[in-house]
Protein backbone atom coordinates (compact mmCIF):
# COMPACT_ATOMS: atom_id res chain seq x y z
CA UNK A 1 0.00 0.00 0.00
CA UNK A 2 3.06 2.34 0.80
CA UNK A 3 4.46 1.98 -2.66
CA UNK A 4 0.85 2.77 -4.51
CA UNK A 5 0.35 5.90 -1.91
CA UNK A 6 4.37 6.77 -2.69
CA UNK A 7 3.44 6.59 -6.49
CA UNK A 8 0.19 8.97 -6.23
CA UNK A 9 2.17 11.60 -4.68
CA UNK A 10 4.87 11.27 -7.27
CA UNK A 11 1.90 11.60 -9.84
CA UNK A 12 0.31 14.73 -8.14
CA UNK A 13 4.18 16.05 -7.85
CA UNK A 14 3.98 16.00 -11.30
CA UNK A 15 0.67 17.04 -12.30
CA UNK A 16 1.12 20.38 -9.81
CA UNK A 17 1.41 22.77 -13.02
CA UNK A 18 -1.40 21.99 -14.04
CA UNK A 19 -3.49 21.82 -10.95
CA UNK A 20 -2.11 25.55 -10.36
CA UNK A 21 -3.19 26.67 -14.27
CA UNK A 22 -6.81 25.46 -13.33
CA UNK A 23 -7.16 27.24 -10.68
CA UNK A 24 -5.67 30.06 -11.66
CA UNK A 25 -8.28 31.47 -13.68
CA UNK A 26 -10.74 31.68 -10.61
CA UNK A 27 -7.80 33.16 -8.00
CA UNK A 28 -7.22 36.31 -10.09
CA UNK A 29 -11.13 36.84 -11.73
CA UNK A 30 -11.45 39.73 -9.34
CA UNK A 31 -8.45 41.76 -10.49
CA UNK A 32 -9.62 44.92 -12.08
CA UNK A 33 -8.39 44.31 -15.18
CA UNK A 34 -10.68 44.12 -18.43
CA UNK A 35 -10.96 40.44 -18.96
CA UNK A 36 -10.62 39.22 -23.21
CA UNK A 37 -13.05 36.59 -23.81
CA UNK A 38 -11.09 33.67 -25.63
CA UNK A 39 -14.22 33.36 -28.01
CA UNK A 40 -14.54 37.08 -28.91
CA UNK A 41 -18.03 36.58 -27.90
CA UNK A 42 -18.34 34.39 -31.11
CA UNK A 43 -21.37 31.79 -31.56
CA UNK A 44 -21.49 28.45 -33.31
CA UNK A 45 -24.62 27.11 -33.84
CA UNK A 46 -25.97 30.12 -32.12
CA UNK A 47 -24.47 29.84 -28.61
CA UNK A 48 -21.43 31.15 -27.65
CA UNK A 49 -18.12 29.46 -27.92
CA UNK A 50 -16.46 29.09 -24.50
CA UNK A 51 -18.82 31.05 -22.62
CA UNK A 52 -18.75 34.46 -20.55
CA UNK A 53 -16.26 33.00 -18.00
CA UNK A 54 -13.42 32.04 -20.14
CA UNK A 55 -10.55 35.15 -20.84
CA UNK A 56 -7.39 35.47 -22.15
CA UNK A 57 -6.42 36.63 -18.91
CA UNK A 58 -7.30 33.70 -17.29
CA UNK A 59 -5.31 31.53 -20.11
CA UNK A 60 -2.17 33.72 -19.69
CA UNK A 61 -2.14 33.36 -15.96
CA UNK A 62 -2.70 29.91 -16.20
CA UNK A 63 0.24 29.39 -18.20
CA UNK A 64 2.27 31.65 -16.37
CA UNK A 65 1.33 29.89 -12.77
CA UNK A 66 2.41 26.36 -14.37
CA UNK A 67 5.32 27.61 -15.61
CA UNK A 68 6.49 29.06 -11.97
CA UNK A 69 5.52 26.05 -10.48
CA UNK A 70 7.77 23.97 -12.81
CA UNK A 71 10.68 26.60 -11.87
CA UNK A 72 10.30 25.97 -8.38
CA UNK A 73 10.23 22.43 -8.66
CA UNK A 74 13.05 22.52 -11.06
CA UNK A 75 14.59 24.57 -8.24
CA UNK A 76 13.88 22.17 -5.20
CA UNK A 77 15.39 19.42 -7.29
CA UNK A 78 18.70 19.28 -6.21
CA UNK A 79 17.89 20.74 -2.28
CA UNK A 80 16.63 17.50 -1.10
CA UNK A 81 16.63 14.19 -1.74
CA UNK A 82 13.00 13.96 -0.93
CA UNK A 83 11.97 16.26 -3.91
CA UNK A 84 14.56 14.30 -5.87
CA UNK A 85 12.58 11.06 -5.19
CA UNK A 86 9.23 12.64 -6.59
CA UNK A 87 10.32 12.75 -10.12
CA UNK A 88 8.71 10.64 -12.86
CA UNK A 89 10.35 13.16 -15.30
CA UNK A 90 12.97 15.01 -16.03
CA UNK A 91 13.19 18.82 -15.17
CA UNK A 92 15.99 19.58 -16.95
CA UNK A 93 13.26 21.27 -19.89
CA UNK A 94 11.37 22.87 -17.05
CA UNK A 95 10.02 25.62 -19.02
CA UNK A 96 8.47 23.01 -21.60
CA UNK A 97 6.91 21.14 -19.24
CA UNK A 98 5.36 23.81 -17.09
CA UNK A 99 4.02 25.39 -20.54
CA UNK A 100 2.82 21.86 -21.44
CA UNK A 101 0.78 20.69 -18.70
CA UNK A 102 -0.71 25.05 -18.19
CA UNK A 103 -1.38 25.42 -21.29
CA UNK A 104 -2.81 21.93 -21.75
CA UNK A 105 -4.90 21.64 -18.77
CA UNK A 106 -6.39 24.99 -20.07
CA UNK A 107 -7.16 23.81 -23.48
CA UNK A 108 -8.91 20.88 -21.90
CA UNK A 109 -11.21 22.81 -19.96
CA UNK A 110 -11.87 25.13 -22.95
CA UNK A 111 -12.92 22.08 -24.71
CA UNK A 112 -15.24 20.89 -21.94
CA UNK A 113 -16.50 25.36 -21.49
CA UNK A 114 -17.50 24.39 -25.22
CA UNK A 115 -19.41 21.06 -25.01
CA UNK A 116 -21.03 22.16 -22.02
CA UNK A 117 -22.41 25.47 -23.90
CA UNK A 118 -23.39 23.35 -27.19
CA UNK A 119 -25.88 20.89 -24.67
CA UNK A 120 -27.01 24.18 -23.50
CA UNK A 121 -25.21 24.51 -19.65
CA UNK A 122 -24.56 27.76 -18.35
CA UNK A 123 -21.40 28.52 -17.37
CA UNK A 124 -20.83 27.49 -14.31
CA UNK A 125 -23.27 24.82 -13.58
CA UNK A 126 -21.93 21.47 -12.83
CA UNK A 127 -21.13 18.99 -15.36
CA UNK A 128 -19.99 15.71 -13.10
CA UNK A 129 -16.94 13.90 -14.11
CA UNK A 130 -16.05 16.07 -17.12
CA UNK A 131 -15.88 18.96 -14.76
CA UNK A 132 -13.24 17.17 -12.77
CA UNK A 133 -11.02 15.57 -15.39
CA UNK A 134 -11.40 18.12 -18.51
CA UNK A 135 -7.97 19.84 -17.58
CA UNK A 136 -6.39 16.57 -16.19
CA UNK A 137 -7.03 15.04 -19.92
CA UNK A 138 -5.91 18.30 -21.67
CA UNK A 139 -2.82 18.54 -19.27
CA UNK A 140 -1.93 14.88 -19.85
CA UNK A 141 -2.22 14.99 -23.73
CA UNK A 142 0.00 17.62 -24.10
CA UNK A 143 2.45 16.39 -22.03
CA UNK A 144 2.57 13.17 -23.74
CA UNK A 145 4.29 14.51 -26.48
CA UNK A 146 7.41 15.85 -24.84
CA UNK A 147 7.44 13.66 -21.81
CA UNK A 148 6.85 9.77 -20.76
CA UNK A 149 3.33 9.44 -19.51
CA UNK A 150 2.57 6.16 -18.69
CA UNK A 151 -1.46 4.65 -18.31
CA UNK A 152 -0.48 3.81 -14.47
CA UNK A 153 -0.48 7.99 -14.18
CA UNK A 154 -3.19 8.52 -16.61
CA UNK A 155 -5.35 6.39 -14.35
CA UNK A 156 -3.98 7.96 -10.92
CA UNK A 157 -4.49 11.56 -11.87
CA UNK A 158 -7.68 11.10 -13.31
CA UNK A 159 -9.06 9.34 -9.95
CA UNK A 160 -7.00 11.51 -7.41
CA UNK A 161 -8.28 14.28 -9.99
CA UNK A 162 -11.82 13.53 -9.50
CA UNK A 163 -11.99 13.55 -5.53
CA UNK A 164 -9.53 16.55 -5.40
CA UNK A 165 -11.55 18.49 -7.50
CA UNK A 166 -14.15 18.21 -5.88
CA UNK A 167 -13.23 18.89 -1.92
CA UNK A 168 -11.61 21.62 -3.89
CA UNK A 169 -14.11 23.36 -5.18
CA UNK A 170 -16.82 22.66 -2.54
CA UNK A 171 -13.67 24.40 -0.18
CA UNK A 172 -13.76 27.32 -2.85
CA UNK A 173 -17.37 27.40 -2.87
CA UNK A 174 -17.76 27.93 1.25
CA UNK A 175 -14.84 30.20 1.40
CA UNK A 176 -17.03 32.25 -1.26
CA UNK A 177 -14.20 32.22 -3.94
CA UNK A 178 -16.43 30.31 -6.23
CA UNK A 179 -20.67 30.69 -7.17
CA UNK A 180 -20.50 26.85 -7.41
CA UNK A 181 -19.94 23.75 -5.22
CA UNK A 182 -18.69 22.39 -8.55
Known sequence: MFVW?????????????????????VIFKN???????????????????FGKNKSWNG??????????????QAFLLN???F?????????TNWLLLGFLLGFGS????LIESFIKRQIGK???????IIDQIDYVLGGLLFAIFAFPVTLNMVITLILVSIVLTIIINHLSYFLKIRGEKW
Open 122 to 128: APGKPCP
Open 79 to 81: KTD
Open 59 to 72: LVYGVIFAIIITLV
Open 31 to 49: LPIKKYPVDFCQKFKGKRI
Open 83 to 91: FSSLLLVDY
Open 5 to 25: LYFVLKCLYFFLPAYFANMAP
Open 106 to 109: LVGD
